[in-house]
């Protein structure tokens, strides 16, 4: 039985420049919190990526390959501190908007095992829906059973709550109009999918895991390969630019915006 939940995930190159570390889009992100406040809908679980905060730390401390040195644990500290500082940013611009935002660390209820979630405790994060707040999850470093830690994307996340919840709808903001034909950022001739089923998405699953295969999905092989699950159990998703005003207010309201939208069949 389908909830009513919406699951609304907001890249980290939506949330942040991506080209200066630490250095978020304050102008977007209240954008989008004004948006997310007149579309009035709930109940609504909000997940963000890291974009220039956690990214750099991350990569420079090699926190996606493991606990391989004594000296990486600072740098694990340091990655999730980063987020916490994005999650207030974005939290503090709901708030603004009277909406009962709530940053919730990811890393505080998930376990991964060699990255992949493997335990995930959601009772906290349920019980703060029921009550009526609006729960603000990020991209995180997170504790792993087989490496010690790892990097856990918002895409993941994303994805697996939309499962958890059985949700209705995944609504996921990036910086392009959709899934392309090729990555349109450096191919002008790469086209927009206005629609993909779940066959379609196994088909892409299928080129993506071959060798010498070009990014079919315009730089997103990793969304498309996290939105099996959640497809394969009819929830809707919706992907569209939250850099164009309008878009996201307009996904979320069911409404009829550019993007890729995707269903089972």
């Known amino acids: 039985m389908k ?6 995930k907001l890249g980290g190159s939506v949330v942040t420049k991506k080209d200066k570390a630490l250095t978020p889009d304050l102008r977007t992100i209240r954008r989008l919190a004004a948006e997310v406040s007149d579309a009035k809908v709930s109940p609504l679980i909000i997940v963000h990526g890291g974009g220039s905060y956690g990214h750099p730390i991350a990569k420079a401390y090699k926190i996606a390959e493991g606990l391989e040195d004594e000296s990486q644990l600072v740098g694990f500290s340091e990655t999730h501190e980063a987020m916490v500082s994005l999650n207030k940013l974005i939290v503090k611009a709901l708030l603004h908007k009277g909406l009962p935002a709530f940053g919730m660390a990811p890393s505080s209820f998930v376990v991964t095992k060699r990255g992949r979630i493997q335990v995930i405790a959601e009772e906290p994060l349920m019980q703060a829906v029921k009550v009526g707040l609006f729960p603000v999850l990020y991209g995180d470093a997170v504790l792993d059973f087989e490496q010690g830690f790892a990097i856990l994307s918002g895409d993941q996340i994303a ?14 903001g990036v910086d392009v109009d959709g899934l392309y034909t090729s990555d349109p950022k450096i191919d002008p001739s790469a086209r927009l999918i206005s629609h993909l089923t779940l066959e379609d998405l196994q088909q892409l699953r299928n080129k993506i895991g071959g060798t010498n295969v070009p990014d079919v999905t315009g730089g997103m092989a990793g969304k498309v390969l996290e939105l099996i699950s959640p497809i394969s159990r009819e929830v809707q998703i919706t992907i569209v630019n939250a850099l164009k005003q309008g878009n996201i207010y307009k996904a979320l309201k069911g409404e009829e915006v550019i993007g890729t939208k995707i269903s089972k069949t």
């Open 3 to 8: 909830t009513n939940s919406i699951i609304l």
């Open 159 to 172: 994805a697996a709550l939309a499962v958890k919840t059985n949700a209705k709808s995944l609504v996921m």
